[in-house]
């Protein structure tokens, strides 16, 4: 069935240094959301993309969809403590539904 | 406004015991979803409802698990018998159903799920 595959798994750095996360889909979507949840807490929406080579952008964070709309990858610039969490892509296939990656879990040192 | 609200925010049990998980969606949404979160396994789909109505339950992972919206306001994640296997965080969340590109799902707190 349909997978999202997310890489890596975790990611440690140092306060300052940039941060990146991997999204690949084993079939072509139809949109792509992005979620943030701290540790402990809720998925909670970052943003979603929905054009062919999209690239948005919300302060530190880049986000960008690929040409095929099969990958996707969030790019945080200079991290900070607040930027702790797990973050996850949300691939839409057609269907109302949401197929989650893994998440790759940030960890900061400060 | 309030958000999705869960409960209860915790719940331990014993094994062969009955859980009934509850959720109350945004007011206005038209969908919700039941998610599965653990270590294994990442954050699963188990089910969502579109209008009350269950669009696809795939994600079930068998007879034990059921799932009803009675109403646009209230949906049940219901175990019975509950296993160990079955600890979890469980999500509820809903979005507004556009018709068009799938819209933001807004989570609630969870529910964690332990059975021992």
């Known amino acids: 069935g349909q997978q999202v595959m997310q890489i890596p798994q975790y990611q440690h750095v140092q306060e300052g240094e940039d941060f990146t996360t991997y999204c690949n889909s084993s079939?072509?979507?139809?949109?792509i959301q992005w979620y943030k949840q701290r540790p402990g807490g809720h998925p909670v929406f970052l943003i979603q993309l929905v054009k062919s080579g999209e690239v948005k952008k919300q302060k530190r964070l880049t986000f960008q969809f690929g040409e095929a709309k099969k990958n996707s990858s969030l790019h945080i610039t200079a991290t900070q403590t607040t930027d702790v969490g797990t973050y996850f892509c949300?691939?839409?296939?057609?269907?109302?539904?949401?197929?989650f990656g893994q998440g790759t879990r940030l960890t900061i040192n400060p | 406004d309030a958000g999705v609200i869960q409960s209860p925010r915790h719940e331990v049990t014993e094994m062969g015991q009955e859980v009934t998980l509850r959720c109350k969606p945004i007011s206005g949404h038209n969908s919700l979803f039941w998610y599965r979160q653990t270590m294994m396994r990442g954050l699963e789909l188990l089910i969502y409802?579109?209008?009350?109505?269950?669009?696809?339950d795939s994600g079930m992972p068998e007879d034990r698990f059921s799932a009803k919206m009675p109403n646009a306001s209230f949906s049940t994640l219901k175990i019975q018998p509950s296993e160990p296997r079955d600890s979890a965080v469980y999500f509820c969340a809903s979005s507004s159903h556009s018709g068009r590109a799938i819209d933001t799902q807004y989570f609630g707190p969870g529910t964690r799920l332990t059975v021992l």
């Open positions: 949300a691939g839409n296939p057609g269907a109302q539904k949401l197929v």
């Open positions: 079939t072509t979507l139809s949109n």
């Open positions: 409802f579109n209008n009350n109505v269950p669009i696809d």
